[in-house]
């Protein structure tokens, strides 16, 4: 399991849930597994109930189900639908990609830049920060769009994505791969060449939705 860094401010149920949806999202349970809450319970130091509460609201975000006497279980994604939605960013994101550069704000460019870098440039590659932090720049560009109908969309997907990217992602070397190519992207966006960004972005899309077929299928 993933090293838990406690945050000032935080409830516990707040603390059990961030735990736990990262758990999820990093792949650390396989489909189907059941969340024992007495094991939380004594990796985090609190009492049942809040890590129930983190639990109930994981379940409305899909991430788990709750069978009653039975207990709370990981809940599957298909592969089928994993490999729809990176169909589905395909046709959305390289489109929206070629039409912000002009107008897609610079600051926040080089935040994400600068992050990219730093993690490319420490070892080991923290390939938890380097997946979180790619997925900002996807944010951005649909964000600097301007469609709220499309972001209000993709954000019912949200959670799928996530697990998605997570699983496409699959080795260190993916990571990088993927981080070099936000890296593209990025200067492609900076340079308002809203053609380049374009091809860039469905290259990448691409290339993570093969590696997802190829992750699932070694995983089979």
């Given at each position: 399991m993933p090293k838990f860094r406690y945050v000032e401010g935080e409830t516990y149920s707040q603390r059990a849930y961030f735990y736990l949806r990262k758990t999820?999202?990093?792949n650390q349970y396989k489909p189907g597994e059941p969340i024992s809450e007495s094991v939380i319970c004594h990796q985090l130091g609190i009492s049942r109930t809040p890590v129930r509460e983190a639990i109930l609201k994981l379940e409305k975000e899909?991430?788990?189900?709750i069978y009653p006497k039975r207990g709370a279980f990981i809940k599957a994604v298909?592969?089928?639908k994993l490999q729809e939605l990176f169909e589905i960013r395909e046709i959305i994101e390289p489109e929206a990609a070629r039409r912000v550069g002009h107008i897609i704000s610079k600051v926040e460019l080089f935040q994400i830049e600068r992050q990219l870098t730093e993690i490319k440039n420490t070892e080991p590659l923290d390939e938890t920060k380097a997946i979180?932090?790619?997925r900002r720049l996807h944010e951005l560009i649909l964000k600097e769009l301007g469609n709220n109908t499309l972001i209000e969309f993709l954000q019912h997907l949200k959670v799928e994505i996530d697990r998605g990217c997570n699983v496409a992602s699959g080795t260190q070397g993916n990571v990088l791969k993927f981080l070099n190519q936000h890296c593209e992207i990025i200067i492609a966006l900076k340079?308002?060449?809203g053609e380049k960004a374009k091809r860039l972005m469905t290259k990448h899309l691409k290339d993570a939705r093969k590696a997802l077929l190829i992750v699932r299928n070694e995983r089979k």
């Open positions: 999820i999202l990093d899909n991430l788990v189900q298909s592969p089928q979180t932090v790619g340079e308002e060449n």
